[in-house]
């Protein structure tokens, strides 16, 4: 057992930012480990004072960008965003709505979107947030369970959608749409509403007042409502903002978020919260697609992303192919070499295993950064030096290479029972490859049968049951069963190695987390997704799908036509690339966990087919039995391994 917390030597502008873990031992291996709290908790207030405090504090200071018609960003002070909060958060007191009325979002990452939480929490209410791409059944049922008295839609097809389910809804009294300008309607309905009105029920709630109930995606089982406090998200933001000094307090630039994310995952509420809790200029794009997102990044220039690591893995085979088409292959990968050891050679320093890059090292860097470091970086708008990934491991190699590339990876891991991140990478000292420390004020233990544990304040109230009366507990003696598997190394560091209930068990007994290499594979250039399969089975297969853009860039390079990706399916030369990777995966594991054989589906896995999650988790049971005849065959009586 280390004899406590130490104060690292490092720190900024005077101010030390970071505190070395407490680590536990048992039999030799490290078996928890926690990190004291940054920032005081809060113990009165709610997340409904913040756009009022920052206009007393700073009426002039922007906090927000909103995106016009023709593509313009225009600038949201302080004093303007808390003036539309109050308006709207009136119009809801006007339509009737009672403290601690369930109050549901179903929109994309849109301006509305944060205006409505606050403006929601204002006017006493819990916010329900719905996934635009949930189907009607999905949308019913959280709907139903939250038992919530009003929905606002982005679009009057969304609206129309759920109308026919309205005779099931008896709680249901108001349906509003934000492309109808109801938004702005229920502003105006306010106007007779006293402010005072608002400001007694921002005096109602505190910090262990419920905030929102965020439905889990539900890979497995029906979705459950996380009630997730005022004080869990302080405890999360709070913490979050003052560990992560460069991205929130940065002194050399404004900083500034783009959000693209969902904000109906706990991933994007949260990073919303701390920039209006730190003032940070705050954007929302509401489409992922390429040819809508890119120029959002160009006009709003934002110092940091949060993304997830499909995401990072599409950015670089994307500067690959385009570098590949344009004769210089062979540049871009010696770039990347160099970033890679770069990246490396910066967390050997950072935690004093080296001396850093050498001479040579910032040469060759300095050489391969117009010609392709900076057009990466010009891609993501030009002004990112930071990066908040969560979701999935990114890997050692792609972390390293963005950090060369002058991207800084802050890595993550947590689940909404955790109000997003349970750990995250510790500025100044990364290792790459995890997901990093526990975020401050947090406690993480790895159970005997390695389930990770986690404790801390911004784990939720508990999951909603109406028909227990309300909020059930989810912890056990104060610790949240994740449901994940993970190892801590001897600095406390955590890795992340699967999911509980998604360990494969063979007919051998061998059990095979899949994760890893799925992971791995993932990031080839010709593949959008994999799963492992082999549950009571012989061995370990996969199911592989094409990355569209990728098999065109291939078909090209090797001089032919480009064809759709399902008239590849059983294409020798495409099985033999696909092969040489999965060797290469291979080598990260013994021989019984090992791919023996693989298939390649006709069609990728979607969330619109039930495949995928909002987040992009795979939904094992629905491919497994959507896919069933293909994993038979891939182990038929004559397909030995």
């Known amino acids: 057992m280390s004899p406590g917390p130490t104060v690292s030597a490092t720190d900024y502008d005077g101010r030390p930012v970071l505190v070395e873990p407490w680590v536990q031992r048992l039999d030799g291996a490290v078996r928890e480990v926690s990190v004291p709290p940054f920032a005081p908790p809060v113990k009165h207030g709610s997340l409904a004072d913040l756009p009022f405090d920052n206009a007393d504090a700073a009426p002039a200071a922007v906090v927000l960008s909103r995106r016009q018609h023709d593509g313009r960003w225009r600038d949201v002070t302080a004093a303007h965003f808390a003036e539309q909060v109050l308006a709207v958060a009136k119009g809801l007191i006007a339509e009737g709505l009672t403290p601690g009325d369930r109050i549901a979002v179903m929109a994309r990452t849109r301006y509305e979107w944060t205006l409505l939480d606050f403006a929601a929490w204002a006017a006493g209410l819990v916010t329900v947030p719905v996934y635009p791409t949930s189907s009607v059944f999905q949308t019913r049922w959280i709907l139903h369970d939250s038992g919530a008295v009003a929905l606002i839609t982005e679009t009057a097809a969304q609206a129309a959608a759920i109308g026919p389910e309205l005779q099931h809804l008896p709680d249901l009294r108001h349906l509003w749409v934000m492309e109808k300008d109801h938004v702005t309607r229920l502003a105006e309905a306010g106007v007779q509403v006293p402010d005072a009105e608002v400001a007694v029920r921002r005096g109602m709630l ?40 460069p991205v929130f307090k940065a002194k050399d630039e404004i900083p500034s978020v783009l959000l693209f994310l969902p904000m109906s995952h706990v991933f994007g509420r949260m990073v919303a919260i701390a920039c209006v809790r730190a003032r940070v200029r705050l954007g929302h794009a509401p489409s992922l697609a390429a040819e809508d997102l890119l120029p959002d990044l160009a006009a709003f220039r934002p110092t940091c992303l949060l993304t997830i690591p499909y995401m990072l893995e599409k950015i670089y085979n994307s500067a690959r192919a385009k570098a590949e088409s344009s004769g210089r292959g062979a540049v871009f990968d ?107 004020g947090t406690r993480v233990r790895i159970a005997a049968d390695g ?83 082999g549950d009571d089975r012989p061995y370990i297969a996969a199911l592989i799908t094409l990355d569209p853009d990728g098999i065109v860039h291939w078909r090209q390079m090797i001089g032919k036509h480009p064809v759709p990706p399902e008239l590849l399916v059983g294409d020798p030369e495409l099985e033999a690339v696909l092969q040489r990777a999965i060797d290469e995966a ?42 069933a005849t293909e994993v038979e065959a891939l182990y038929g009586p004559d397909t030995g391994p």
């Not at 405890?235 to 903002?241: H, K």
């Not at 791919?595 to 491919?623: N, W, Y």
Request: hydrophobic content about 35%.
């Open 451 to 533: 389930e990770i544990l986690v404790s801390g304040d911004h784990v939720l109230r508990g999951y909603w049951d109406p028909q227990a009366g309300g909020v059930v507990p989810a912890t056990r003696d104060g610790w949240l069963p994740t449901g994940d598997l993970g190892e801590l190394d001897d600095e406390g560091y955590l890795t992340i190695t699967g999911r509980k209930k998604e360990l494969l068990i063979t007919s051998g007994g061998k059990s095979v987390a899949p994760a890893p290499l799925e992971n791995w594979l993932r990031q080839h250039p010709l593949i959008s997704q994999v799963m492992l399969v």
């Open 334 to 440: 010696r770039a990347a070499a160099v970033a890679v050891r770069y990246g490396e050679a910066l967390e050997a320093r950072q935690t004093g295993a080296g001396s850093g890059p050498g001479r040579s090292l910032k040469t060759a860097r300095t050489f391969y950064d117009p010609l392709v470091y900076r057009k990466i970086r010009t891609a993501m708008g030009g002004r990112v030096r930071h990066v908040i990934c969560g979701g999935s491991p990114l890997g050692r190699r792609l972390a390293a290479f963005y950090a060369g590339a002058g991207i800084e990876i802050f890595e993550g891991y947590g689940l909404t029972e955790t109000t997003a991140a349970t750990t995250v990478t510790p500025p100044l000292k990364p290792r790459l490859g995890t997901v990093g420390w526990p975020l401050p």
């Open 586 to 627: 291979n080598k990260l594991v013994s021989r019984p966990e090992s791919i023996r054989r693989f298939t390649v589906l006709p069609t990728d896995f979607t969330e619109e087919a039930g495949h995928l999650t909002p987040s992009m988790k795979l939904r094992r049971a629905q491919i497994t039995a959507d896919f």
């Open 206 to 245: 505190g910090p262990d007042t419920i905030a929102t109930l965020i439905y889990t995606s539900g890979t497995t089982g029906r979705p459950k409502g996380c009630a997730l406090s005022h004080g869990n998200f302080f405890a999360e933001v709070d913490n979050a903002v003052e560990l992560l000094h």
